[in-house]
């Protein structure tokens, strides 16, 4: 597995896709606060229920804020990131070498999960310190203790987005292909994300959307006392994705004959 | 008696309907390098997908190094290096840092990069991607990344493929030093049977998935053998003169054609006899049968390369 791993630090360390997704999460904040501040949304007073950052304190939450983006940008860098060595048919050269295929899948989603947390972690970074620098730090309304709310807001946050990386690399293992993985990521984040809103307006259908992570990263405010409340579910729900979705892409994946 | 490499034995592989493998079974030992020939299609590269364990199979056993079930297939895949269909490359990478994956991938240091960046002809390569490679360069990359782990047995198919005739004779070279130098045993895939004759010491001929032929290198040099072609219309008083001069190898195929396999360099001399004993020549000289007449021979004239 650290064998894996080290060709996989040498592969991303070399590869432009990194770069441009790190790039991404680092630039993202600084125009998000430059709009803020250019566009000054609301009047001159940013709204958290609406903008969700809104001065530094808050910029704990730029995950939520930037939820889509994130899952959009993840899912294009593990579909080329998996892709491409089916593509390339680089990925014979570890198989043949008597790896276990379930090695290499975990090997592959440690570097997902991995390149996340420095993603999300840049780019709540950035955004608090551009926030704070324009709005000030301020405080999150509500929030007495805000080390153990930032931390557990951002573990949270950090969980829902990795459940569904773990469904991406499932895909992208699934698929064989960065095309087809793409589009497949695509429709799944778009479909559970924006296909939760419609069946929320429904009473019997409502608390199925509370199966899929991105229903609490869309539609939830976690700033919001009720919201912060379901954090363990949250947390459940991303564990049980992650495990379900691992498994099933790591038992089709030894099963799956590579070309 | 030489230690077995690899044996298969029964190897069947299903696409649907299809079988890709119809109860293969080939037995490689140390120190071969075994050609296995047949035309597109045919199972080459289904067959070692299966041997490396990238494809499942459906019915049959396979032992490596002495060694089967999963986990001991597992390990022995350790001793070997593959190059399968096109070479397996990280295109945006420089040959040193496919190499340095490679490594890693396998578990062992990167010692060995220098000297088979020097092996191949590629130390000059410096920081050029690989993307910017020509295909003899990539092919032989492909090979130095399989070497990289200095496995006993390599698996290559169609490394000539695509080649230019300098290229063809340098992938050659190299395969020859392998076994030569490194004592590796060499398992490797072509459709042209005079490509392979060049290299191989045994052959397997694989057609519509089944093993139709084995032979070794004496053998196949004994079929595809040089010998003259005598026509005549009056085979039996021919018999009698080649009986005269001595000649005890030589074959009647029909009812004209004599293929007598000893004193090529007496053409002349025998045909002066024949001529001398009034019979009437149509034609004699000497010929070689091709290797891939050999071949079609063998698949019924279906070769599709």
Redesign the interface.
Known sequence: MLNLLTAEKIKLIRSKKLWIVLSIFALFPIYQVANSRLAVHYGTELNQAVDTVINGATGVLMIEKNGLTILLVMSAFISFFIGEEFQHGTIRNALSLGRSRTQYYLSKLVVASSLTLVGVTLLTLIGMIGYSMVYGFGEVAGIRDYVPFAIKSFSTLYLLILANVSIYVMISFLTNSSGSSLIWSFLYTIGTGFGAGIFQQTEHFKHITFWFTESFLFYSNFAHPADIARFPEMALVSLITILLTSAIGMVKFNSTDIK | MSEVILKATNVSKLYGKHKALDKVSIEIQRGMIYGLIGENGAGKSTFM?TI?????FNEGEIELFGETGVRG??????K???S???P??????TAR?NL???A????VGNREIESLLQLMNLKDTGKKKVKNFSLGMRQRLAIA?TLI?NPEFLILDEPTNGLDPAGIVEMREIIVRLVKERGMTVLLSSHLLDELSQVATHYGILHDGKLIRELSKEELARETRQYIELETTEVQKAVVVLDELGIRDYQVINGTDIHIYERLDDVAKINRSLVLAEVNVLRIGTTRQKLEDFFLQLTGGTYRA
Do not use: D, F, K, W
């Not at chain 2, 890693?104 to 578990?107: E, H, T, V």
């Open positions: 997908r490396m364990g990238l494809i499942s297939l597992q390990q022995s895949r350790r070997m290096g593959q399968i269909e096109t397996a490359l990280y295109p945006e990478l840092e340095r994956v490679q890693a991938n396998g578990g990344c782990t």
